[in-house]
């Protein structure tokens, strides 16, 4: 089975500008999960779609927002882009449903944002 | 909030000797806490996962436990190899999420 991909796995852009990042998670898998890791905040959660619904959103301003499609991949958006948003930003999939504990999430590559 | 605390932030040791690591978590609902291995260049991959159900789970070299009373959870690493050399997070989520609340991680150095 393959696993999580991420594209594109690099991105370079200017304050100000928008970026969008694509996921497509490990087939059959319908949950996806958005996380942004920096040396100075570690891993930290920006959100979780399911059947194409925002089902659980973390502490990140508006400017980050996401989407699912019908297929499950899942892309995020970015806009007004600021020079601390520079970080790898992973995605990780899961079967999701609503079992009683937490399905073991897997995760792509990431997307190393550069913003200048 | 809900926080976990990973210790120690790096740690070196010869190949063969064991490695530890120990993280505290802060909501005693939290029921699932994977451990992920992150290379250079590449995303967290888990290693091994545990549910509050069990105490303790081994795979080969590798081995977590579990203590829900004292909120605490570690990683046990034997007979080390070099490319054990990474960074190791370890998470801790609730019932019916998919959010995971990492550590801070851990630099594993194990040298020849």
């Known amino acids: 089975k393959a696993g999580v991909t991420q594209t594109p796995r690099y991105l370079i852009k200017t304050r100000g500008q928008q970026v969008t990042l694509s996921c497509s998670p490990i087939?059959?898998?319908?949950?996806v999960s958005w996380y942004q890791q920096t040396p100075g905040q570690g891993l930290q959660f920006l959100f979780e779609?399911?059947?194409?619904?925002?089902?659980n959103k973390g502490n990140f301003p508006g400017r980050f927002s996401g989407r699912q499609f019908s297929n499950s991949r899942s892309e995020m958006n970015v806009s007004t882009l600021e020079l601390g948003d520079s970080a790898l930003y992973l995605c990780?999939?899961?079967?999701?449903?609503?079992?009683?504990?937490?399905?073991?999430?897997?995760f792509g590559p990431g997307t190393r944002l550069t913003v200048l | 909030g809900e926080n976990v605390e990973q210790h120690p932030s790096t740690l070196s040791v010869q190949e063969g000797d064991s490695a530890v690591i120990k993280c505290t978590y802060s909501d005693s609902a939290s029921n699932y806490f994977p451990w992920y291995k992150q290379e250079l260049g590449k995303g967290p991959q888990l290693i091994i996962d545990?549910?509050?159900?069990?105490g303790e789970k081994k795979d080969q070299r590798i081995a977590v436990t579990l203590n829900k009373t004292a909120k605490h959870f570690s990683l046990h690493i034997t007979e080390t190899q070099p490319e054990d050399s990474a960074v190791y997070f370890c998470?801790?989520?609730?019932?019916?999420?998919?959010?995971?609340?990492f550590g801070t991680g851990t630099r594993l150095q194990v040298f020849p």
């Open positions: 545990i549910r509050s159900n069990v």
């Open positions: 779609y399911f059947s194409e619904t925002q089902r």
């Open positions: 087939s059959g898998h319908r949950s």
């Open positions: 990780a999939s899961s079967l999701g449903g609503a079992g009683a504990t937490t399905d073991t999430q897997y």
């Open positions: 998470a801790a989520s609730k019932n019916n999420t998919d959010k995971l609340i």
